[in-house]
């Protein structure tokens, strides 16, 4: 099993510390953060063997080549984006797999935020880190892809077990959940759960992980083909895709 230490930093992005508890196997999920991440393995008194990075965004891969110099670790990263992946040792493509010791995550190329934008997901651990793909009650903007194959991406995710834990890499909770709030207000599940993020957040509490029970019953992103939420942008029967464009174009303009 792997054990995860999340913490804050830059303005709102987590940096994620994951370590096999059978190996002692230390991986870094993307590097926000060089000086951050090492204090925190240090505070840990973890080695660190590998950095998973999820898409090429400096805030994701800004630390890698002063952690590979200090630690000597092996980076990773999406194959579709190597070039722009400081350091990068090996290139991951769907349907690889990463062993962190004895925990293994499967790759999926998840396209949409960016165009090579992967998401390792420890299926028999139910946890998976998705990056800049899903946020809670968010997704990712669309920088390089369509809305098509945002929505295809998101559907994958959308398809694992209800208890999967999904560690997204931004704190952007309570703006989404304004958003969402905007578009599908009469969703007594997300109403709900926004009252719970604002009062996670006023006492100073994360709000991520979430789950994708959670996710499917309050993130309108994912809920695109929904009858009601179509219903409310006023698209009755668009396809889902469609939806999702109108949805992630609202968004961009709150
Ligand atoms: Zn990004
Ligand atoms: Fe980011």
Not at 42 to 60: A, E, F, R, S, Y
Not at 76 to 97: T, Y
Not at 113 to 141: E, I, K, N, P, S
């Amino acid at each position: 099993m792997l054990q995860v230490h999340q913490f804050p930093c830059l303005s709102d992005n987590y940096g994620f510390l994951i370590r096999d508890e059978a190996t002692g196997t230390v991986a870094s999920i993307d590097t926000p953060d060089a000086g951050a991440i090492a204090r925190q393995l240090d505070d840990l008194g973890w080695p660190l063997h590998l950095i998973l990075n999820t898409h090429w965004h400096p805030d994701h891969v800004g630390g890698n080549a002063q952690l590979k110099q200090r630690f000597d670790c092996e980076v990773v990263g999406p194959a579709g984006e190597r070039d722009r992946i400081p350091g990068i040792d090996r290139v991951v493509d769907e349907g690889d797999v990463v062993d962190v010791g004895a925990s293994r995550a499967q790759v999926l190329h998840t396209p949409g935020h960016t165009l090579g934008h992967v998401v390792y997901h420890f299926a028999d651990q139910q946890r998976a880190f998705v990056g800049d793909t899903l946020f809670a009650m968010g997704c990712g903007r669309l920088f390089e892809g369509s809305a098509e194959q945002m929505w295809a991406s998101l559907s994958r995710l959308r398809a694992w077990p209800d208890a999967t834990r999904l560690y997204c890499a931004h704190e952007y909770t309570q703006a989404n959940a304004r958003f969402a709030l905007s578009v599908d207000g009469e969703n007594s599940a997300l109403r709900a759960r926004a009252r719970e993020v604002d009062a996670q957040r006023a006492r100073g509490e994360p709000t991520v992980p979430t789950t994708l029970a959670l996710e499917r019953a309050t993130n309108p992103f994912l809920r695109a083909d929904d009858a009601a939420l179509q219903a409310a942008l006023d698209m009755p029967d668009a396809p889902p895709a469609s939806a999702f464009g109108e949805l992630r174009r609202r968004k961009d303009a709150f």
